[in-house]
């Protein structure tokens, strides 16, 4: 008796840590989700809050960092608020910027307070004819699809929004389509705060824009062979040619002064290996 007793009490705290990852995996996508309506609508104040307070936080974007609660207003309430929306928070009128985000795979680790989660984004943008002489940017309409590998932090029971990479893929114009899209479309920043009051903390070397076709690293390792994919292998080079020619590999390496505490370690869950040992965050 005493014995089932015991694998009883086994099962039981099995399933409530189950049931703690399974309701954890699905408030992350909820939060992640939720952050994607309020960008459709440049809520951005809604947006920066939806941010950690962890001066860790940082948003990666375009080849740059904005780093800390700040940063992240420099770029939402600062760049994007003023330049689509002329300063308001909400939509105006004529305006799309509708993101469709799907295929997320999200991954909590053992503390519940730490997450993983790739997603794609597909951006439906523009603006109506009825706008061109009023809109700066006049009438244009254009689709933008992205990957996100974001990082999510609980803090005081909440989660919210940590470390977010978010790369832009590529971009078409709806009439002419991605085969014609010129290179570089979206201007790199170059220039950093407080220079440029809207600019980012610093710029760093991870810039691709289409037709640039290099993998955003996953944070996850295969789910069958439990090996992560080879570098050489995230590179893109030209059709035929040695992939030493080619730009080297993207990354979702931490900015310096940041450290993972639980870097080396592994954690499981069904007897997978859900993130790679180098991105675990907690001991």
């Given at each position: 008796m005493d014995a089932d007793i015991d694998e009883l009490k086994k099962e039981v705290s099995f399933?409530?840590?189950?049931l703690s990852r399974v309701s954890?995996?699905?408030?992350?996508?909820?939060?992640?989700?939720?952050?994607?309506?309020?960008?459709?609508?440049?809520?951005?104040?809604?947006?920066?809050?939806?941010?950690?307070?962890?001066?860790?936080?940082?948003?990666?974007f375009l080849g740059s960092r904005y780093r800390g609660k700040e940063g992240v207003k420099r770029l939402y309430n600062g760049r994007f608020q003023s330049t689509f929306v002329k300063g308001r928070n909400g939509p105006v009128?004529?305006?799309?910027?509708?993101?469709?985000?799907?295929?997320?795979?999200?991954d909590v680790d053992p503390t519940g307070t730490h997450a993983w989660c790739r997603m794609r984004a597909l951006m439906q943008a523009g603006t109506h004819k009825s706008v061109r002489d009023t809109h700066p940017r006049g009438h244009v309409q254009w689709w933008e699809g992205g990957l996100y590998e974001n990082e999510y932090l609980k803090e005081n029971g909440v989660w919210k929004l940590f470390r977010y990479r978010y790369f832009?893929?590529?971009?078409?114009?709806?009439?002419k389509g991605w085969s014609l899209t010129k290179e570089n479309y979206i201007p790199w920043p170059t220039k950093t705060y407080p220079e440029d009051p809207w600019g980012p903390d610093e710029i760093i070397d991870q810039k691709m824009l289409w037709p640039d076709t290099r993998v955003v690293p996953f944070h996850y390792p295969h789910p069958v062979t439990g090996k992560r994919v080879f570098d050489d292998d995230l590179r893109a080079p030209n059709?035929?040619?040695?992939?030493?020619?080619?730009?080297?590999?993207?990354s979702l390496a931490l900015p310096d002064g940041q450290e993972r505490k639980g870097e080396g370690n592994t954690w499981d869950n069904e007897g997978s290996i859900r993130v790679l040992p180098e991105l675990v965050e907690n001991p």
């Open positions: 399933l409530r840590k189950e954890d995996e699905a408030e992350v996508r909820k939060v992640h989700h939720k952050y994607g309506y309020y960008l459709d609508k440049c809520l951005y104040n809604e947006v920066v809050d939806m941010y950690a307070d962890h001066p860790d936080t940082y948003v990666e009128h004529g305006f799309l910027l509708d993101h469709i985000m799907m295929q997320d795979i999200v832009p893929f590529w971009h078409a114009e709806f009439e059709y035929g040619h040695d992939v030493a020619e080619a730009e080297p590999p993207l």
